[in-house]
């Protein structure tokens, strides 16, 4: 209200309870652009939004948005109060362009120390129907599993998916697999993630050193020991949380893995099977062979 008609409400109201009339009438004030306000909570969304607590270890919001707020790190959020943190506030001379400074207000949050709804505030800010006004009292109960699913940037996806490429190699631990004297040795595998078949193709650049390519995206890594780090950072297995991927080779990419070997298990020629981003062997009589991939999450199979 006070970004879209310019007053301070809250001088008012100390004017008012000083025995001051107001300084204005309803016909003078007028209606600039639009304006959002989201509510930065401590609770577990997820869990049916049960208020949280803890001392906030960070806390910052983004520079030139209105964030109305009681707290600072090092505050503690306790079960005695509301566990309110802020209220981020946006405004722009269009819907559009409020939401949009929303979105990116939201994205540069940077809040630890308790659970809190930033990520469903930032789902619910990207929603299709919200962003097209289509809002309703039962939006949220609706569609809250979508709001919140979490997220994977094009960056993890990227890794996540170059980490199934160097899983499903099944490179020796030898320092020096895959090492040529001449070209780099290459070798293509194909993966398949829910209806979605990626080409990628391995290249070993020096002892120890890839470079896989996906979609036009060259993405470097290097191994120590068995891991492998590199794609701006280690590839985490769990993904901030994105689901496990799971990656049940197929020979030659001839055949679809049999689902009824379970969550994470493959049949057939393949060879292997990988929970997340670590390897181990498939049971007797449900592997061998060398695999060019299959990927998917049992998340949804997204």
């Known amino acids: ?17 000083a025995g001051e009339p107001l300084p204005a009438r309803q016909d003078d004030l007028s ?9 930065l909570y401590a609770e577990d969304v997820p869990a ?15 520079a030139g948005v209105r964030a109305d707020t009681g707290v600072r790190t090092g505050d503690v959020i306790s079960p005695w109060y509301d566990p309110m943190i802020a209220k981020i506030i946006t405004h ?4 559009a362009v409020a ?15 308790t659970v809190t709804n930033l990520s469903f505030l930032g789902a619910l800010s990207r929603h299709t129907g919200f962003a097209a006004g289509q809002v309703d009292t039962g939006l949220i109960d609706r569609d809250l599993a979508q709001l919140i699913a979490p997220t994977v940037s094009e960056a ?20 020096l697999a895959g090492f ?3 070209s780099p040795l ?10 979605e078949v990626i080409a990628a193709n391995l290249a070993m650049t020096s002892a120890g050193s890839a470079m896989v390519e996906i979609a036009g995206q060259r993405v470097a890594a290097t191994r120590s020991g068995r891991a492998w780090s590199g794609f701006g950072g280690k590839a985490p297995a769990d993904h901030r949380g994105a689901g496990h991927s799971r990656f049940c080779p197929r020979a030659n990419g001839q055949f679809p893995p049999d689902r009824s070997a379970g969550p994470h298990q493959c049949r057939g020629r393949g060879g292997g099977c990988h929970a997340g981003a670590h390897a181990r062997p498939c049971p007797p009589g449900r592997g061998g062979g060398r695999p060019t991939g299959d990927l998917g999450r049992s998340a949804g199979g997204s």
């Open 1 to 17: 209200t006070e970004a879209i008609t310019g007053i301070d409400l809250v001088e008012w109201q100390l004017r008012v309870a």
């Open 31 to 39: 209606i600039r652009g639009h304006a959002f306000e989201a509510r």
């Open 48 to 62: 049916g939004f049960l208020p949280a607590t803890g001392r906030l270890a960070h806390l910052a919001f983004a």
């Open 92 to 95: 722009g001379p269009t819907r």
């Open 99 to 113: 939401l949009a400074k929303l979105r990116r207000a939201l994205e540069e949050t940077q809040v630890a120390g």
């Open 156 to 175: 993890e996806d990227l890794a996540m998916v170059a980490t199934a490429v160097l899983t499903a190699a099944q490179l020796p631990d030898d320092p």
């Open 180 to 182: 040529t004297l001449w």
């Open 186 to 195: 290459r070798h293509s595998l194909g993966l398949q993630r829910g209806e």
